[in-house]
């Protein structure tokens, strides 16, 4: 992994991928599956759903630190997977063949496999409507893999490819920030 | 548009494509360009990232209603026209040919050339986060629509067009909802 200036970390997630959401508990790393996600802005803050409900969650809440990590397509079936089987019974890292990379600002894993990940801060969560608000902290991007397609959860069972890139720059002009 | 039920609507966002958001202040229809927004549950409650910068969430927080409109990639240009352009200042349908079509439950406009609509009531706003919190009370959908791929932001002035769909029904089991 690469790391690139946490400016360029809202353009991993505003377009909706499906993401990898790791935490480490003081023993063991965890993953959980979102599809449910979004950028608040360019920093970025970025606000998850999710609640209770997930082991995830409780631990996020303690250690105030998770990294988002973007799978490509080729691990669509270990995204799906990661979000059908419990992280207190099973090792996710393990069972679905995934490495675990030293983060630098917090102690949840990248992941190798995954074509970008986001260091974050956990810094509030709306009770209200169940969102973790993170803040990133650090971008890494994976130059390396050769599958780059992301894949977008339609939320009954299919999910979208990442198919043909239209490029509008010029037609944006001052609409995008100066750094991307 | 034929209506479908509000379940099934959270799965024309949950896959994070561009959207069109559009209101009637009593005088005048609007349209703004949205690419920061959410699926917070199945209802469904849905986030968009907006703020008193925009024209149309003045008149949102007056009238609490929009009606959010899925524009396929044949409207790319035209969504990127709508957010560059002042809505006070021009007709927004008349200028990118659009055509208005009457809601049931909101005064706001479906817009007949979109693949989806969804009729909302504004919520909430949590002013912290430059969130604007709906729920979407009635569905439409577009089956006579030939361009059926929707397209992502990137947030670079790239998007992303809808490649293809993969089916992962039997996979995600009792992960679903019952009824998509």
Chains 1, 2 share one sequence.
Not at 43 to 62: L, R
Not at 63 to 77: D, H, M
Not at 136 to 146: D, L, R, V
């Amino acid at each position: 992994m690469k790391e690139v200036d946490i400016g360029q970390a809202f353009t991993f997630l505003e377009s909706g991928p499906v993401i990898l959401v790791t935490t480490f508990d003081g023993k063991k790393n965890n993953i959980m599956t979102i599809s449910w996600h979004m950028i608040m802005d360019f920093s970025p803050h970025i606000a998850i759903s999710t609640g209770p409900w997930n082991t995830s969650f409780e631990v996020m809440m303690k250690t105030k630190e998770c990294v988002i990590a973007v799978p490509g397509v080729n691990l669509i079936e270990d995204a799906i997977g990661i979000g059908t089987v419990n992280g207190t019974i099973v090792d996710k890292f393990d069972k679905f063949s995934l490495t675990p990379l030293a983060a630098k600002t917090v102690k949840a894993p990248l992941i190798e496999e995954c074509l970008k990940c986001i260091e974050c801060r956990v810094i509030d969560y709306v009770d209200k409507y169940g969102l973790v608000i993170l803040s990133g902290e650090k971008a890494w991007i994976n130059e390396t893999a050769i599958e780059q397609r992301t894949f977008h959860a339609v939320g009954n069972g299919t999910f979208l490819v990442d198919g043909e890139t239209l490029e509008y720059k010029t037609m944006m002009g001052n609409r995008l920030p100066k750094w991307v």
